[in-house]
């Protein structure tokens, strides 16, 4: 027979495996929850009308906000500039750790490809209706997510850009969503 005390013991413990795992459920879905990061991506002001040549390149910055109490270590990766499907562009993002619970500032830059853009024949329809067109950026940041110093996770951060420049006032607009997903 087990003794009084001993039942006791085992009860407690019991109970106190059970309040520790729902803490620990708690926390998982509601602090640790992954959220997806915010990018931002910012092309510097370019005049296109006054420089038409084959390649130009324009200076970049990204800025990446972590909302995760985990910090994402991202590897150099690329981020491709497509016009209509066709590719008209790459931005260099080097490596980086993104703290958690902040943000960093990336600077690149943007080598686009104008004879491409230009030989596309929709490009001059585009500007003849507005002085505009439309480019879309795509890029993926594999990397890891490190939660509490030593939980290491694979992870992909996905971004996606719609940039609108303005040929008459060299604005450009950028409209992106990002995305993280952690696999195995």
Do not use: W
Request: proline share 4%.
């Amino acid at each position: 027979m087990v003794s009084r005390n001993m039942k006791i013991c085992l009860s407690a413990s019991a109970m106190v495996l059970i309040v520790v795992a729902a803490i620990t459920v708690a926390l998982i879905f509601t602090i640790f929850k992954l959220r997806d990061p915010n990018i931002i991506v910012q092309l510097s002001r370019y005049d296109f009308l006054d420089n038409l040549s084959p390649n130009i390149t324009i200076p970049v910055l990204v800025i990446i906000k972590n909302s995760n109490y985990g910090k994402f270590k991202y590897i150099d990766s690329f981020s491709y500039i497509t016009y209509r499907d066709t590719l008209v562009g790459t931005v260099p993002v080097p490596s980086k750790l993104v703290p958690a619970r902040g943000g960093i500032n990336v600077t690149t830059h943007a080598n686009f490809m104008v004879g491409e853009l230009i030989r596309n024949p929709n490009f001059f329809l585009d500007i003849q209706n507005g002085n505009k067109f439309s480019l879309m950026s795509k890029a993926e940041l594999p990397g890891k997510v490190i939660l509490l110093s030593f939980i290491k996770m694979k992870a992909m951060a996905t971004n996606q850009c719609d940039i609108s420049v303005n040929i008459s006032s060299n604005d450009v607009v950028s409209n992106c969503t990002s995305h993280i997903m952690i696999y195995h």
